[in-house]
C-alpha cells in the first residue's frame, strides 16, 4: 500500500484517504441504505443497536489495556464511553428484559473477537478506534437525524449517537486526530494500522450483511 511508507504523512490522513473506499461501500450496504431511507423499522434498528452493544463492549475493554501503554493512553478519551449509551438505548428499544430480548448474530460475534484478539496492540487498537469513534462522531451524527425523521427516535433510543460531554464535535474531532498523529508508530505499525481499519470495515460490513438478511 503506498501510502503507508509515506512517512510523513499523518496517521489520521493516511487512514482517511485509505479507507475512503471502505467508507463508501459500507455506506452502501443494502441494509443501511434501506435503514436510513425510512424502508425499514425499528426492530431493525433495534436489533442494529444490540450488536454495537457486543463491539463496544470488546472495544471499551481494550481500552483498559491500551490505557497502560505509555504512547496510546492518550487515545482513550472517556467522552467516547458508548457501552452505557447503548444499554439504555435497548432498554427503550427492547423494554427491561432487553438482556433476554436482544440476539446477537455470529457477524457480530466474529467481529468482536477480532477487537478482543488485538487489544494488547496499539496499532491494530488505533485502527478500530478510528474507525468506530471517529464514524459516530461524524456518519453517525447523520444517522441520529434520519432516525429521528423516520422512526421518531428522538433522545430515548438514539443516546449512542448522542456526545453530552463533547458540546463541540468538530473540535474533538481534530483533538482525537491530533492524538492519533502523535502515537509515534514506526512504518511497520503505521502499516499494521491501515491493514486492520481495512479489516474492521470488513468485518462492520459482514455484520450489515448479516442484517439485511433479516430485515431487507
Known amino acids: 500500500m503506498s501510502l503507508a511508507v509515506e512517512e510523513d504523512t499523518p496517521l489520521s ?14 455506506n452502501s450496504e443494502d441494509f443501511i441504505e434501506q435503514l436510513m431511507s425510512g424502508a425499514l423499522n425499528r426492530a431493525a434498528y433495534a436489533d442494529l443497536s444490540a450488536q454495537l452493544l457486543v ?3 470488546a472495544l471499551e475493554g481494550a481500552s483498559t489495556a491500551v490505557r497502560d501503554d505509555e504512547r496510546g493512553a492518550g487515545l482513550v478519551f472517556n467522552e467516547l464511553t458508548r457501552v452505557p449509551a447503548i444499554e439504555r438505548d435497548l432498554a427503550f428499544l427492547y423494554g427491561p428484559a432487553w438482556r433476554e430480548e436482544i ?10 473477537d477480532r477487537v478482543r484478539e488485538i487489544s494488547g496492540s496499539l496499532p491494530h487498537y488505533a485502527a478500530h478506534s478510528y474507525t468506530r469513534y471517529l464514524g459516530d462522531l461524524s456518519g453517525g451524527q447523520i444517522v441520529k437525524r434520519m432516525m429521528k425523521q423516520h422512526y421518531g427516535l428522538d433522545g ?5 449517537y448522542t456526545f453530552p ?14 492524538r492519533l498523529d ?4 514506526d ?8 491493514a486492520e481499519a481495512h479489516h474492521a470495515f470488513h468485518l462492520n ?6 442484517l439485511a438478511e433479516i430485515h431487507c
Open 103 to 112: 440476539r446477537i448474530l455470529p457477524a457480530t460475534r466474529e467481529y468482536a
Open 156 to 160: 430515548d433510543g438514539v443516546a449512542f
Open 182 to 185: 502523535d502515537l509515534d508508530l
Open 165 to 178: 460531554d463533547i458540546p463541540k464535535i468538530k473540535v474533538f474531532k481534530d483533538a482525537y486526530r491530533s
Open 13 to 26: 490522513a493516511l487512514l482517511r484517504e485509505g479507507t475512503r473506499a471502505d467508507h463508501g461501500a459500507a
Open 205 to 210: 460490513r459482514v455484520v450489515f450483511t448479516a
Open 187 to 194: 512504518p511497520e505499525e503505521v502499516a499494521a494500522t491501515l
Open 55 to 57: 463491539v463496544y463492549e
